[in-house]
């Protein structure tokens, strides 16, 4: 595969952001199998956002000759309270979460922090070494891909997440760091403190975070309005009214979508469009909408453009767009969704809080 079609596959949506483009090309032009880091806190289900869209980049990276890994950070899980920093349940359900990436995402490759660190003492000298290089005011800025306002209590353990994050990328041999954009302050550390030890910056991907069901609103947990806002709507298993599991069938899906904020007309932070945007049109060329014929009969969208400007024009109706969206949602989540299906409940336990 030529480096134009690499670079295509590595910045097609879900790709939001690449720092930098040129380092990319650069990194694909020497490197025919780079190497690549995602980590993942474990906590509640995996939801579309968490499993689909991640791996959907995760596929595309692979085609691409990137060696991809899932990293499953049960350390950071812990610092970070998830699961009530219950060490027993945290690896039980990374089980669970490294299965279903590689259920979802054949070939991928899962590691575990704890497998990392054990008997690694070079790993927490980096960690020291990375650490004098960040103030206390730079890491409590950083805290924010916690989920975790700088305005909140914070324990000490926290403020070694960033530095921690940062290593973790380097010791797995990632040239290519990449996560969801909530986690953007923390690669762009690593950038920054990187050529200080004397190592190479990793290229930062950030794919889009997928908008939960909910009308978007700011939480406050960053100081920028526009990034607050986007982060604060993103998919959260906390929120399970809001989230669409990979476990959810399609009678669950399509009652979720029916209370979901989907305005006639609105299109900015619209979830419903984004979905088809960013999941059914990433695996289809087209998008056939079934309608009785009083209503205007099945109509088909050769693109996303498409199909959002006839939503604009109010063309399309958001129970139609639902309604449509919902089945290929359905289609696409089936496999990995029948494969814990005699374990879900099990699943469920483990992972409530």
Known sequence: MDVEKKVELALRPPTLEVITPEQLRTLFET???????????????????????????????????????????????????????????????????AEAFRTFVPGVKTVLGSDLYRGNDRYWRYVLEFSTHVSLARATRTLTIMGRSTKESLDLAQFFYPSMQSVDIHELGADIAHAGMDQRKVHVLAREIYPKLGWEPPVALHHELLLGLAEPTRSGIDDDEKSDLIVSSKMSKSHPEFSIFIHDDLEQIEAKLRRAWCPEGVVELN???????????????????????????????????????????????????????????????????????????????????
Request: no cysteine.
């Open 271 to 353: 979830p419903i469009l984004q979905y088809a945007r960013l999941i059914v049109f990433h695996e289809k060329r087209e998008l056939r909408v079934e309608r009785p014929q009083k209503f205007g009969g099945d109509v088909v969208f050769g693109s996303y453009e498409e199909l959002e400007a006839a939503y604009k024009r109010k063309e399309l109706h958001p129970v139609d767009l639902k309604m449509t969206v919902g089945r290929e949602i359905d289609r696409i989540i089936s496999p990995v969704r029948e494969r814990f299906s005699t374990r879900f409940q099990k699943i469920k336990e483990l992972l409530s809080t």
């Open 31 to 97: 490197n025919s199998s780079p190497g690549h880091y995602i980590g993942l806190e474990i906590s509640g289900l995996l939801h579309l956002g968490s499993l689909v869209v991640t791996g959907f980049k995760l596929r595309d990276l692979m085609e691409a000759g990137v060696r991809a890994t899932v990293y499953l950070a049960d350390w950071h899980s812990v610092i970070n309270k998830k699961l009530g920093g219950d060490w027993d349940r945290i690896r039980k359900a990374a089980e669970y979460y």
